[in-house]
């Protein structure tokens, strides 16, 4: 199931079951780490990928859930968890850097009662403070580009992070210097943390999506994923012919009480009449007004909505908002100081013109509608998903209808409804193929979907080897579409074994007569197809196809063949083969047992994988538990209790950095506690848990490699807490 699939019916699943307290046990566990896994998909669509594919009210929803799972049933609560950390978000390509403090994401609201709820809430936390704090609500625009930390050291740029996690993120100083509105040099020596958005011009997004289908390569779907493209290229006179663009809109930290205009940085205000409130029903009055939005869509780059702040009337605009921004706090992931205001999603009305049957790597037939093209948010849509026939039967889908499309978020477009007073008589039932549109299989009905049951099918083949080389399984870097078509066509590759030939000096002279195949083509490639020999076995089983089978439950397999202490591919096949222990793993149902054993005991599927240990892939599961040290690393969790000699955020800040996750509060699945003098509740939970606990100074410096300072010591100062709007 694809997670477009996935996330839809998680969705429907909300819809039809709004109350997580009405769940049994397993249909509980189920669905939690079924969301867990979801999210931290969608999460690094989003922020390393830069192509979401739901919006930001659809994710909201799923997370929302998820949240309230936690709050009823907290021994579920792991430390993978989305509402934990944002784990896995930094990509690859560029060195990491640690903020010195947390980029917090901004909480969504939708509509009016989102706003005056969170109003209610944010009065009530102040009239409980003793502090005598008069403030106003200041509008400001929602930048849809790319989030990051720019730091100024005696007037110089000396450093530029993107957001990441929000704790660490890549280190893109070089990248952000070619950018011509930020300037490199500022009047006075001052040193100040400021926190920015890179994006691209619109007009500039037109003119590079011209050159780009002029050169073959795919055209940008927005400016926000042209930015986040642009600004983490490897070669920065690339970069600087991007023309991106920066605005800064907060200060983080400065020794300066000049606002961001007084510096001379860039910035961008709404207009004066839309700027400054009172009251919340005068904001959301704004946020409505059609002029606002007429004026934002004037603007060359783009917005996804407004940002409201709560800002002390006693500092003048672009000061340092220190003092409210820590007398209102954060949430884990949320500053309590600001909300986003998201516009409504853009709909349009499309015909369809006729019905496609695409059959994904398993077999399932996805119905797709081609429409009569139509513009939606500056991009050209011609065909939608209809997902399955249930589907096409609730929203009541009919070949030549009318259907109201949605794309929210620049994301991809989503059929809402069909629209029965456009019909004119024409319009016809959808019915599935009797015969698979590939490979002309007679198809199958089974729960939901319709199935091509034929294993040498080619449109199934395609997507297999499109899946074994994708970044959730061996990674490698270079087949694209395009790449797999051409090389099945020319019947190079009909096989997973296949992609290993092609390292053959007989294979790579073929190579070279194919379109786009020079030899720097061919070495990355054959560079790529080598290391993907020693990817960890949990990557290798996702590859390969087993029924059923995920990330999640191939890292459970790893993990027991490891304990099996299996290391090559016979003692591998002899585990697998066993329904009774499969069935014991945590996950693994009767079926599922029974669907991994059917496999390892196809004589077509063995001959596969016995090529594939020859060529020299990883079966390994022990050796896949040791080049995972790093992983095993990042997977423990710690929390801290009580007053350190630091601060506590200077000392998760060193753990983090080696690795570790923070938990702010200790969870069951929490590994360890640090505790300091005067520690509180938070021991009772460690107790409660079983969690291992460290409160020796001397134990908690060796075993952990970090700097903390003799008691007796003067306590070092703790930066000022910004960045949270």
Known sequence: MTLSE???????????????TLLDSDLLAHTYQNLIDTLIEHNHLYYIESSPIISDYEYDQLFSYLKNIEEIAPHLITSNSPTQSL???????????????PLLSLENSYNAQDLTNRDTRIKKILEKSDQNCSFFYRLEPKFDGISCEIIYQNGLLTQAITRGDGKTGEDITINVKTIKSLPKKLTQPINIRLRGEIMMPKSQLSALNLSREALGLNSFANTRNAASGSIKLLDSAEVEKRSLICFIYDILESDTNQTIKEIGLPTFDLPEKFQHFDNIQSVIDTCLNPELKDFLDEQDFDFDGLVIKITDKNLPNGKDQTSIRTLLGATEHHPRRAIAYKFPAQQIAAKISSIDFQVGR?????PVANLE??????????????????????????????????RSGEVIPYVLSAIPSRRNGTESEIFPPKLCPSCQTPIISQDIHYYCKNPDCPAQLKEKLLYFVSRDALDIAGFGDSIIQLLMEQNLLNSFADFYTLTKVENQILLRKLPSFGDKKISELISQIELSKTKPLRRLLNAIGIPNIGKKTAQDLSTYLAQKKVTNLTSLINELKNTEQLGAIYGIGDKVATDISAFFSSPKILDLLYKLENFGLNFSAVEDQKSNTEQNQNSLSFSITGTFPLSRTEIANQLIAQGYQFDEN??????FMLIGEKAGSKVDKAQKYNIKTYNNREEIVKTFNIKLPEPQNKKTPTPIQGGLF
Do not use: W
Request: aromatic share 6%.
């Open 6 to 20: 996935t996330t839809i019916e998680l969705l429907d699943f909300i819809k039809q079951n709004p109350n997580p």
């Open 87 to 101: 784990i896995g978000q930094i990509s690859e390509g560029f060195a990491k850097a640690n903020h010195r403090t």
């Open 362 to 366: 398993t077999g399932i037939l996805t």
């Open 373 to 406: 093209p139509v513009n939606l948010s500056g991009v050209t849509i011609s065909r939608v998903s209809l997902h399955n026939f249930d589907f096409i039967k609730e929203k009541g889908i009919l070949n030549g209808d009318f259907v109201r499309i949605q």
């Open 666 to 671: 200790p969870i069951q699945t929490t590994s």
